[in-house]
């Protein structure tokens, strides 16, 4: 058997088993190797039947006493077996197999596993697992993501026979050098172990390995993206920059050191002949927009376009308004490339941006469509980044020949993060707030609090302030997460008879939701209750409160996103989370968001509290899925496959040396399988 075998080549799969199987994207036997384990069953620790524990997974010594019996309950059989050892018996119950009744041979040992459960004051053990107990002994037992319709035990007979039949076949990728010096075992090894680790030792040096393999190969596909990006390719050079600084000088505010910063790093790079492509973090409120502007207005200097990608039809009039206000009177065409464009309209655009009338854009995703041609586009930004993939990013930078690519993300990553998941980027950080920004007072509390909190909210609307509330998040479902927004809202309008309560969701139409943001703008709604819909960038500087329902819900990083909506004006804020979580994680996150109004601070306390989960996951960015590594828990691995992915990049730019061929060609399997191009 080869490593390229078919699935349905191997002894005891047939069609029924390999569709299974092909729904995971296992398509051939080297597929069903970097099935990595979930997780494993220790069954090294044996128990005795006296001392199982209720409601868990017990692993144990028993023989079975004679046959077992059948009975029938409504349509189905039961069948149940009284296992025993010489401390006490419980009950193996198995139902609709009635040849369980004869499976087990007398006077010879089995180990059981499986969770030991009470049913009618009977202990019993559901469909444990088996094996005669001189093969089975002192195992540790892999147990793999689930693969729906086939059993565990199929999943590892199918590999353990792979194991055996393909042994030593896999080619050792990692070149020796990085072995020796990370101490990473031998790929054969590690598959073998990962899989049937002979003990815990050997399970840790097998796992060290593929974690390391894994965030090694991502980090290297990563920064031969870069090197692909940048040094292969010449930049747009635009070197008039005199004009910048007048224009600076058109805000109502000047420039914070941290934006100045940002501004000068990035003209280095766009006065080069080299193509930019920079990563700019900066908390909510740190003023990205007017970093985006200064470059956008530098390259429409030079006689070139720059467009600007948001992921929201909201977000993309707000920030057409802004650019507007700031371009129109220096005489630069600014257009907004909207869903909610009638087909006229937005043949006029369209044309606008072909013959390069058309300077500065703006819009959604409409801006990477296939009918979105420019006449000389220089700079794209893509704004909120984290709502964007790296392909989408990559799309967007397939409109112009080899544009300045800019990318703003209000998410804090920690540093080791940022690395993996923009590895293909510079960073650069704006760490400081514009000044006299207030601090948003937050609290955290229980539901019983919630009229008195209306009532605090009616107090500020009495006042002329607005506030926000984001409404309670219901799993998943879209269609009862509209019904919850439309019920809370209408008890909200009674709630609050006299004063202006509106809603706005995801399934709203463009058009619609464009006049209830721009009613709220202008003061005309004084409550808005929301879906997530808000959560990015939107500016209303008059809104003061911002209140968040089912807060444990939420993602810290996404709640200090939300909390930044407030605090953006003169008067003061307040964020109110209310919860009723009781567990202890909760009230730790809720407290954090109390303490801190740092959005790097608050970050590693998310990853801390909860792992890197979906706000943090490879995923959510558009990079290649994790088997193995944990960005979180496996840091420290991270950190040591990244620089031995820099050291390597640095002796071999491109990986043409022979003895990184093998290596070269994993990284762009892994990166084809995303349809990226290295
Ligand atoms: P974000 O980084 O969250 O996108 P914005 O660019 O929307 O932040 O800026 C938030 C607010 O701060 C805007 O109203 C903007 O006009 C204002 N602002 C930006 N830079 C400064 C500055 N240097 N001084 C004062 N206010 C600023
Ligand atoms: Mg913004």
């Not at 010594?61 to 419980?90: C, H, P, W």
């Not at 964007?388 to 544009?403: I, S, W």
């Not at 990986?655 to 061929?661: G, Y």
Request: proline share 3%; charged share 25%; glycine share 6%.
């Amino acid at each position: 058997m080869d490593l390229q075998c078919p699935i349905l080549e191997l002894p005891n799969v047939g069609e029924h088993r390999a569709k299974k199987l092909n729904s995971m994207g296992i398509f051939t036997a080297e597929d069903l190797l970097t099935h990595f384990p979930r997780e494993y069953d220790d069954r090294s620790h044996v128990r005795k039947i006296k001392e199982l524990v209720l409601n868990e997974e017990n692993t144990f010594l028993a023989f079975a006493k004679g046959q077992g019996e059948s009975v029938r309950i409504r349509n189905m059989t039961l069948t149940r077996v009284k296992l025993y050892d010489e401390t006490g018996s419980v009950y193996g119950v198995w139902y609709n197999q009635l040849y369980m009744k004869k499976a087990f041979l007398e006077k010879t040992q089995y180990l059981f596993t499986g969770k030991l459960q009470k049913k009618y004051g009977k202990l019993e053990i559901a469909s444990p697992e088996y094996e005669k107990a001189e093969i089975a002994m002192g195992k540790i037992v892999p147990i793999y993501p689930s693969v729906q319709g086939l059993s565990q035990k199929i999943l590892r007979k199918l590999i353990e026979e792979v194991l055996k039949q393909t042994k030593s076949q896999l080619k050792e990728t990692m070149p020796f050098w990085i072995r020796k010096e990370y101490f990473l075992c031998e790929r054969n090894f590690a598959i073998e172990n990962i899989h049937f680790p002979q003990s815990q030792e050997t399970f840790f040096q097998a796992r060290r390995r593929l974690v390391f393999e894994e965030f090694f190969l991502l980090q290297l596909g990563l920064l031969l993206m870069k090197e692909t990006l940048q040094e292969g390719k010449e930049g747009i050079l635009l070197k008039k920059e005199e004009a910048v600084e007048e224009f600076l000088k058109k805000f109502p505010f000047a420039m914070t050191n941290a934006q100045k910063k940002v501004l000068l790093e990035m003209k280095e790079d766009m006065r080069q002949p080299k193509v930019m492509n920079r990563l700019v973090q900066g908390d909510v409120g740190s003023g990205k927009t007017a970093v985006a502007m200064a470059a956008a207005y530098w390259t429409i200097q030079n006689g070139y376009q720059a467009a600007l990608m948001v992921p929201t039809e909201v977000l993309a009039e707000q920030h057409y308004t802004s650019f507007c206000q700031m371009f129109e009177p220096l005489g630069i065409k600014t257009v907004l490339l909207s869903g909610s464009l009638t087909a006229k309209q937005k043949r006029i655009v369209l044309e606008q941006i072909a013959s390069g009338e058309a300077q500065m854009i703006l819009g959604t995703h409409a801006v990477i469509q296939k009918d979105v041609i420019f006449s000389k586009l220089a700079l794209v930004i893509t704004d909120e980044q984290h709502r964007f993939g790296v392909r989408q990013r990559g799309a967007l930078f397939e409109k112009g020949k080899n544009p300045h690519v800019l990318v703003m993300t209000a998410t804090p990553i920690p540093r080791t993060l940022a690395l993996i998941l923009y590895g293909d980027l510079d960073i650069s950080i704006i760490d400081e707030l514009p000044p006299g920004r207030q601090k948003i007072d937050t609290i955290a509390v229980t539901p019983s609090y919630r009229q008195r909190i209306y009532h605090f909210i009616k107090k500020q609307a009495d006042s002329g302030l607005q506030s926000y509330i984001i409404c309670p998040m219901i799993e998943e479902n879209e269609k009862l997460q509209l019904q919850a927004v439309l019920s809370y809202t209408e008890a909200l309008q009674k709630n609050m008879a006299g004063y202006q309560v509106a809603c706005v969701h995801g399934k709203m139409k463009a058009k619609q939701k464009q006049e209830i943001m721009e009613a709220f703008a202008k003061g005309q709604i004084q409550v808005l209750v929301s879906t997530t819909v808000i959560e990015v960038g939107i500016n209303v500087p008059n809104a003061v409160v911002m209140l968040i329902e089912n807060a444990e819900r939420f993602g810290l990083a996404q709640l200090h996103q939300l909390r930044g909506r407030v605090g953006r004006g003169s008067e003061k804020s307040y964020c109110i989370l209310i919860s009723e979580a009781k567990s202890k994680v909760a009230q730790q996150r809720m407290k954090a968001m109390e303490k801190s109004s740092d959005g790097f601070v608050i970050s590693e306390m998310d990853l801390k509290l909860r792992g890197p989960g979906e706000f943090f996951g490879t995923k959510q960015h558009g990079l290649p899925e994790l088997k193995i590594g944990n960005l979180y828990k496996d840091i420290k691995i991270l950190k040591e496959a990244q620089k031995a992915a820099e050291t390597l990049i640095k002796k071999d730019r491109y990986l043409t040396l022979p003895i990184h061929q093998s290596l070269k060609e994993q990284v762009v399997a892994l990166w084809h399988q995303q349809q990226l191009s290295i």
